[in-house]
T-cell receptor, first 111, second 113 residues
Framework: DAGITQSPRYKITETGRQVTLMCHQTWSHSYMFWYRQDLGHGLRLIYYSAAADITDKGEVPDGYVVSRSKTENFPLTLESATRSQTSVYFC??????????FGPGTRLTVL | EDKVVQSPLSLVVHEGDTVTLNCSYEVTNFRSLLWYKQEKKAPTFLFMLTSSGIEKKSGRLSSILDKKELFSILNITATQTGDSAVYLCAVADSGGSNYKLTFGKGTLLTVNP
């Protein structure tokens, strides 16, 4: 099916572990984004990418790493997970009219 | 730093009421303002506004932008219980060759039968 998929949808991990959240889109949209959503903070931009091999920091990039070797994939890696990274993570792409489309989200719990 | 403030933070109404949600913003290089509806899942796109004074309308929802006063409103008429959700406002910044959104914290709308 066309659209944005994220995997896993739910993840529980332990402090200090490396975790990678996957995002895949079938539209070939150039721009892709990673957000985290927390109560009291709303949606905050972690990283975004304008095209393959072009990435840039958002509002809260510390503790996260991204890559974009292919247009359709934009993985987000937590190199050493911390409890403060417990959140819901949304991937998004930018459509032709500059609207953003969101994936279903990944709920990450760091114990 | 770009900033988006939504008000009220929460609102409880009865079915059939009309509501107005507010969004004010400060952004360095304004490109557009977007409204999203979020139920218990990912945000879904409602409107994108780029020009002042032009109302966007979709069914019972409408929105307008004032670029001089730096705000937008989202109106919902004849509310239904299915309108219960968090409504998010976001502003797009197009500084340089990049493009990103800054979101407000949202307005939680509860429509009671």
């Amino acid at each position: 099916d066309a659209g944005i998929t994220q995997s896993p949808r739910y993840k529980i991990t332990e402090t200090g572990r490396q975790v990678t959240l996957m995002c895949h889109q079938t539209w070939s949209h150039s721009y892709m984004f990673w957000y985290r959503q927390d109560l009291g903070h709303g949606l905050r931009l972690i990283y975004y990418s304008a095209a393959a091999d072009i990435t840039d920091k958002g509002e809260v990039p510390d503790g996260y790493v991204v890559s974009r070797s292919k247009t359709e994939n934009f993985p987000l890696t937590l190199e050493s997970a911390t409890r403060s990274q417990t959140s819901v993570y949304f991937c998004a792409t930018l459509g032709g009219y500059n609207e953003q489309f969101f994936g279903p989200g990944t709920r990450l719990t760091v114990l | 730093e770009d900033k988006v403030v939504q008000s009220p933070l929460s609102l409880v109404v009865h079915e059939g009421d009309t509501v107005t949600l507010n969004c004010s913003y400060e952004v360095t290089n304004f490109r557009s303002l977007l409204w999203y509806k979020q139920e218990k899942k990912a945000p879904t796109f409602l409107f994108m506004l780029t020009s002042s004074g032009i109302e966007k309308k979709s069914g019972r929802l409408s929105s307008i932008l004032d670029k001089k006063e730096l705000f937008s409103i989202l109106n919902i008429t004849a509310t239904q219980t299915g309108d219960s959700a968090v409504y998010l406002c976001a502003v797009a910044d197009s500084g340089g060759s990049n493009y990103k959104l800054t979101f407000g914290k949202g307005t939680l709308l509860t429509v009671n039968p």
